[in-house]
């Protein structure tokens, strides 16, 4: 089993910026590929952003292209969401996924261990 828990949310002016964290404990090494997920009221959660175990290969949402950034610290155990330009459409709980295999697949259903979330709220 792994934990995964994230920080970092909270509200920012359209135009600003974000990082989360997502810190894992527990059997760190099965969440080989990261990935972080977002869930606006009323709406099916989405692929943002996933990583590969060495941070070699990434992939993103077109929705957040140029603007995010995921990048991980497997010394530390943590994954990060550096997202820029913020805007309002960003607005969502943001969850930090994890899965064992290498892929880096955009459905949710793919990652096995999830966090609680983390609140990002972006005002126009």
């Known amino acids: 089993q792994a934990q995964l828990v994230e920080s970092g949310g909270g509200l920012v002016q359209a135009g600003g910026s974000l990082r989360l964290s997502c810190a894992a404990s527990?059997?760190?090494?099965?969440?080989?590929?990261m990935g972080w997920f977002r869930q606006a009221p009323g709406k099916e959660r989405e692929f943002v952003a996933a990583i590969s175990w060495s941070g070699g290969i990434t992939a993103y949402a077109d929705s957040v292209k140029g603007r995010f950034t995921i990048s991980r610290d497997n010394a530390k155990n943590t994954v990060y969401l550096q997202m820029n330009s913020l805007k309002p459409e960003d607005t969502g709980v943001y969850y930090c996924?994890?899965?064992?295999?290498?892929?880096?697949?955009?459905?949710?259903?793919?990652?096995?261990?999830w966090g609680q979330g983390t609140q990002v709220t972006v005002s126009s």
């Open positions: 996924a994890g899965r064992a295999d290498k892929d880096l697949p955009v459905r949710p259903y793919l990652y096995t261990y």
């Open positions: 527990g059997r760190t090494s099965i969440t080989y590929t």
